[in-house]
């Protein structure tokens, strides 16, 4: 399990599925779901098991989450746009194990994140409408992680990405399971700063100590 094979900044707007129903919108969006069946077909020609898709609509309030239950499947209404994008169903498969991988990974690079497998979380539509289209004939696996951050800070975000980038040719054992209630596993390398100052639990947000500036 192991390469970086293609990066993509995709749209996913709710529009593209309207664009497939019969109305007045019909084929607004054709150009841009032509794009995402392109970027399906270079995926299958460089080999890819896995898409991973950092959904911009997957609000989370504290740390990192990566969803990668082992099979996603349901009739999907947008709770931000349901007069777009409403009853629409979906079915991919998803790959626990790479999850709990690239969530081990980040926290040992001090952004405490966790991988979910066993629970009844659901896709938004920021994962589901790229891979409509994308992975319309399920090829692929499927893996989302939380990007629409409340009060996160943008250091820890960027770490996150060089992990993303970092696990894959190395890392090849098998997950090991988050205590209940605690933190995932693998050490939090990060120090936290005085109590009442910029970044602190008790201060006001501000800059993260340079050691969390994201690593080359």
Not at 28 to 49: M, N, P, S, T, W
Not at 58 to 82: D, I, M, Q
Not at 166 to 183: F, I, L, N, V, Y
């Amino acid at each position: 399990m192991g390469t970086l094979a293609l990066a993509a900044k995709v749209t996913h707007v709710p529009s593209l599925y309207l664009s497939e129903l019969p109305g007045p919108h019909h084929g607004c969006r054709q150009a841009a779901i032509d794009g995402h069946f392109e970027l399906g077909r270079r995926c299958k020609a460089l080999g890819v098991d896995t898409v991973v898709v950092f959904d911009v609509h997957w609000l989370v309030n504290a740390g990192y989450h990566v969803n990668c239950a082992p099979r996603f499947k349901g009739v999907y209404t947008s709770n931000e746009l349901p007069h777009f994008i409403k009853n629409m169903p979906f079915e991919y498969d998803g790959n626990p194990r790479l999850g709990h991988l690239i969530a081990e990974t980040a926290t040992e690079m001090g952004v405490p994140t966790r991988a979910h497998d066993a629970t009844t979380l659901d896709l938004e539509y920021g994962t589901l409408v790229p891979m409509r289209y994308m992975n319309a004939d399920r090829h692929f696996k499927v893996v989302s992680v939380s990007a629409l951050c409340t009060v996160h800070y943008l250091n820890d975000s960027a770490r996150l990405g060089w992990a993303m980038k970092k696990w894959s040719p190395q890392r090849t054992a098998p997950r090991r399971p988050t205590p209940a209630g605690g933190e995932p596993p693998g050490p939090a390398r990060r120090r936290e700063p005085p109590a009442g100052s910029p970044g602190s639990a008790g201060g006001n947000a501000g800059p993260r100590w340079p050691e969390l500036d994201p690593a080359p």
